[in-house]
């Protein structure tokens, strides 16, 4: 029997877990961010002008209402308030939900603190369901998928990462490591499965946007991405080396692992 688009998502994300013998050699987890980072993917200086952000605005229309699950610290979220957007902001980690709290405008914003979709009740039907930088995140699609079709009046609007976020990495992981890394997901097997749930095949835009981890010190951007790496601190000054190599500068003084651009996809289907 053929496996289907969604089984076929939730096995390739299941093959990025680390294999645990990486994992007990360090004592730091690879996973998340840090409170830096954060603020600084929140006050993107694009985040008023992509084309994600211009989709939602045409879908809501004036004063219409979106729901934006897993907005983080609000990057989203408050853009669209600022447009006159109604926005419920759905956010599973206390943490960042406070830290959208704090942020200028958040008091313009619906905050419910939950997983999607088990809060998926507590949001009511809105004009568009938006979720930016989550599908990855995410092993049990179908419901996923299902309850934002569900939750929106007029369409749903995703952005991802064309691979895996974690993509990127794999030379590393390979050379420190030999640890090989899954080609897929991807955003055309996203798009698969928006397919096999709704029965709709969704539009796709690739554009470019700056690249989200952007780091003031050389230091800094070292120990997040040798932790990232797992990277034991017997092996930090090779994997330093390594990865000097290959980072760049901004025109704004920021350091970026990569390129200081990437591209990203959103994918949309009305409702």
């Known amino acids: ?32 961010t840090t409170p830096e980072v954060e603020k600084r993917m929140a006050e993107s200086p694009e985040a008023g002008s992509t ?19 897993g907005a983080g610290s609000g990057r989203l979220s408050l853009t669209l308030a600022e447009t006159g957007c109604r926005v419920t902001a759905v956010e599973k980690s206390e943490e960042r939900a406070q830290a959208l709290r704090k942020r200028p405008g958040a008091e313009q914003v619906t905050i419910i603190v939950g997983s999607w979709p088990m809060v998926a009740g507590n949001t009511g039907l809105q004009d568009v369901a938006l979720s930016a930088h989550v599908a990855y995140d995410v092993a049990a699609i179908a419901p ?11 369409a749903v609007v995703l952005e991802v990462t064309p691979a895996h976020p974690w993509a990127g990495l794999t030379p ?19 798009a698969e499965v928006v397919a096999e749930v709704v029965g709709l095949t969704p539009e796709m835009r690739v554009w470019s946007s700056l690249a989200p981890l952007r780091f003031h010190e050389m230091g800094d951007l070292l120990d997040f991405y040798r932790r990232r790496l797992l990277v034991p601190s017997s092996h930090s000054i090779e994997a330093g080396a390594m990865l000097e190599a290959d980072v760049h500068e901004t025109d704004e003084g920021w350091l970026t692992l990569g390129p200081p651009e990437r591209d990203t996809v959103t994918l949309w289907w009305r409702t």
């Open 1 to 32: 029997m053929a496996i289907t688009a969604v089984e076929r998502w939730g096995s390739d994300l299941g093959a990025w877990a680390l294999p645990e013998e990486l994992l007990s050699a360090v004592d730091r987890s690879p996973y998340g």
């Open 172 to 190: 590393y992981y390979l050379a420190l490591h030999g640890l090989d890394r899954p080609k897929g997901p991807t955003a055309e097997d996203l």
């Open 144 to 154: 996923f998928i299902h309850a934002l079709d569900s939750a929106a009046r007029r």
């Open 51 to 69: 084309p994600t952000l211009a989709l939602v605005e045409s879908f809501a229309g004036p004063g219409g209402s979106v729901v934006d699950v």
